[in-house]
């Protein structure tokens, strides 16, 4: 992620002479939205001053000025204190923006209205991402749930729901299956759990491979596999048998915002079957 200034001191960020008093405006969070698309704004609901509205939308922090803001920058400085960029405020000028992507530091921001060197308000601003799994299931169980549900590819694909509770965008970058699963990522399969370009996850709308898909704050998207981790392969994963099976496996979603991992096990079960791909899959979570 490119940052505008990234060796600025907080105080030079800030750019406000001895004695300037900043006016904190306070904020509060309203999470927005069910899908990737939707933000998270952080207003006060006593916006007197410049600063009348500053949101997380999408991967885009927007400030929205007031009519009557006399302010000619803003300011927005990361956790760590070091200035992440700063936009000119023209005359007329009622919104300006910062494209914080995702490769950006979780945390408390600042952001900050000038006049001149003159500090003239400032709020604070948590960005920080919050994913968890609300469900997962197989394309052959659930075909509904898949992309087309008339095409027979889906029956070894896998869909993944994911949901952003939090108030900052985050990027799935791998989605994997590790463990008891007929054809899963590692070795004992598609052996692609420790290679960079290969993401796992497919996209419906481009019919491709993508590298990552984006969760934005407050939103919820479904993801699908693109590496048939429900094939019967032969000599790979688990086979179908004359008896019973049962084993577990973990779903694995590696995430660009901290390096993160979200894992979530599940059981499995196998039917009995005299041919090796012909037996029915039960999973639940354990």
Not at 204 to 228: F, L, M, Q
Not at 235 to 259: A, M, P, R
Request: charged share 20%.
């Amino acid at each position: 992620m490119t940052r505008d200034y990234p060796h600025i001191s907080r105080r030079t960020a800030l750019r406000t002479v001895t004695g300037a008093t900043l006016a904190s405006v306070a904020g509060c969070l309203n999470n927005s939205g069910n899908s990737g698309t939707s933000g998270v704004e952080t207003t006060s609901p006593r916006s007197q001053g410049p600063l009348k509205r500053v949101a997380v939308d999408g991967t885009t922090l927007v400030v929205e000025l007031s009519a009557e803001a006399d302010v000619d920058q803003v300011n927005l400085v990361q956790p760590n204190g070091e200035l992440f960029g700063k936009r000119d405020v023209a005359a007329g000028v009622q919104q300006v923006s910062f494209e914080i992507g995702t490769a950006y530091e979780p945390g408390e921001y600042q952001v900050v209205a000038l006049k001149g060197e003159q500090g003239v308000v400032e709020t604070s601003l948590p960005i920080q991402p919050n994913l968890s799994i609300v469900e997962m299931g197989i394309g052959r169980n659930q075909p509904e749930k898949m992309w087309d549900s008339s095409n027979d590819e889906i029956a070894e694909e896998a869909f993944v729901t994911v949901e952003n509770q939090g108030s900052g965008p985050d990027a799935i970058t791998k989605l994997l299956f590790i463990g008891d699963v007929p054809y899963p990522s590692d070795e004992e399969g598609t052996n692609y759990a420790n290679n960079e370009d290969i993401s796992g996850i497919y996209d419906p709308r481009s019919n491709s491979e993508v590298s990552e898909v984006v969760v934005a704050a407050g939103g919820r998207v479904t993801i699908y596999s693109s590496r048939s981790p429900f094939a019967f392969v032969p000599g790979s994963g688990t086979s179908c048998k004359d008896e019973k099976q049962s084993g577990e496996f973990e779903l694995i979603l590696e995430t660009q915002v901290g390096e993160n991992q979200l894992t979530k096990t599940y059981s499995i079960q196998y039917s009995a079957s005299t041919e090796a791909d012909n037996c029915e899959i039960t999973i639940n979570e354990t």
